[in-house]
């Protein structure tokens, strides 16, 4: 188990550390910003994106698509809050210290398994993919970048943010099947 934790910290370390640069520190520090507050700029502009698409592409099962959504939304959040609850697992500024990586305005130290932020963004991306393949690479773009976006304003560890991916995505299949009736 400890070279799977290693692993993790190297690549953690990787993104926030060896991956540094002024143009990604603005752009991702925007975004740490608002997260301190409370509000996930991300998640908010995935979900606009999404709604605007559903709109226009699926105008008939618009108002079953937004439950579905809204399903799979809430169950990645119960799932998430549970397993913060049961891990507890420590945040990267709680492993390393101040002094040995880059965070912007969380200074987040308990909880950090899974990424809640990951898992929402993905559990939207992944049902946005199944429901309107045409813009499939905008929505793995978008669920990446927040994966990555995580790690870089050091608030997350890779092993976080997979298992993030790892729930939402679960979550966007499973409300396709119960609410839609969607088979894979």
Partial sequence: ?????????????????????????????????????????WLIGVIMFSVIILLKEQKKLFCKNILAL????????????????????????????????????????????PSGHTTAVFAVCIFMFLRVKKYYFWYFLLAFGMGFERMYVGTHFFLDVLAGAIIGSFCAFAANVAILREKF
């Fill in 1 to 41: 188990m400890n070279w799977l934790i290693e692993i993790d910290h190297i690549i953690f370390k990787f993104v926030n550390n060896s991956l540094s640069n002024k143009i990604l520190d603005f752009y991702f520090s925007v975004f740490s910003f608002f997260d301190k507050n409370s509000v996930n700029l």
């Fill in 70 to 113: 809204l399903v799979g939304l809430l169950s990645a959040a119960f799932a998430t809050s549970l397993l913060k609850i049961l891990i507890k697992r420590p945040r990267p500024l709680s492993v390393f210290g101040i002094s040995e990586i880059n965070v912007f305005f969380e200074f987040l130290y308990k909880n950090s398994f």
